[in-house]
């Protein structure tokens, strides 16, 4: 089975702190995806990387930068954070292949405060 | 813009009763469909998805879903609702653009009554 890791199931930090949120796959994935999940608005993607060193972004990428220096490894960047950036952050990957419609596999989630 | 559009954002079932949970999306390309299930304090996990080939789609734990392209809908049930189906089930539709992003709808919470 696909094992998405993220390294922390609730952070608390304060406003202007930069945060760094942990992915690691274990699956070889060439895909890895942030999204942050409110109540109401479902899962919006943040940023989206489909090889080391390759990324693109998402729907609401404002406030936030990735990096990807190893294929397993995706890490999410807060770069000074405020409050609204208090939410719920999922870690996904997937296989990328030429015909798409591979499935994703998320992380358990990082319930992140900022106060 | 592509969408997905799940009515009704919370649905209420009667333990033993059929479940319903509606999806309908819009796109201009055969999608690649999923169904994820959501239980409290977790991640997504994957239902069932559709790809090509049989348009009725069994996945994990009794559910399934049937693709119609006529009504743009891939709506999940489940013929016999256990008190362990209570989650939040979001569908998703690829991207007509990048197969390999998905685009989610806002999510149903069912709750299962005894």
């Known amino acids: 089975d696909v094992k998405v890791t993220q390294s922390s199931r609730y952070l608390v930090k304060r406003t202007g702190e930069k945060v760094f949120l942990e992915c690691v796959q274990d699956?070889?994935?060439?895909?890895m995806f942030w999204y942050r999940q409110d109540p109401g608005l479902g899962l919006r993607l943040i940023y989206f990387?489909?090889?080391?060193?390759?990324?693109e972004k998402g729907d609401i990428p404002e406030g936030y930068s990735v990096s990807r220096e190893k294929k397993e490894r995706f890490s999410l960047i807060l770069e000074s954070a405020s409050t609204n950036q208090t939410s719920m952050y999922l870690c996904?990957?997937?296989?990328?292949?030429?015909?798409?419609?591979?499935?994703?596999?998320f992380g358990d989630g990082t319930r992140l405060s900022i106060l | 813009a592509q969408s997905v559009t799940q009515l009704g954002s919370h649905v209420s079932v009667s333990e033993g009763a059929l479940v319903l949970l509606r999806c309908n999306y819009s796109s201009s390309v055969p999608p690649y469909l999923f169904w994820y299930v959501q239980y409290p304090n977790q991640g997504l996990q994957l239902l069932l998805k559709y790809t090509t080939g049989a348009t009725l789609v069994k996945g994990i734990n009794g559910f399934e879903a049937e693709f119609k392209k006529s009504e743009t809908s891939f709506h999940l049930t489940k013929p016999s609702a256990h008190m362990s189906d209570a989650a939040e089930y979001f569908c998703?539709?690829?991207?007509?653009?990048?197969?390999?992003?998905?685009?989610f709808g806002t999510g149903t919470r069912l709750q299962v009554f005894p």
């Open positions: 699956m070889d994935h060439e895909n």
């Open positions: 996904a990957s997937s296989l990328g292949a030429r015909d798409g419609g591979w499935p994703q596999h």
């Open positions: 990387s489909y090889d080391v060193k390759m990324k």
């Open positions: 998703a539709v690829s991207s007509t653009y990048n197969t390999d992003k998905l685009i």
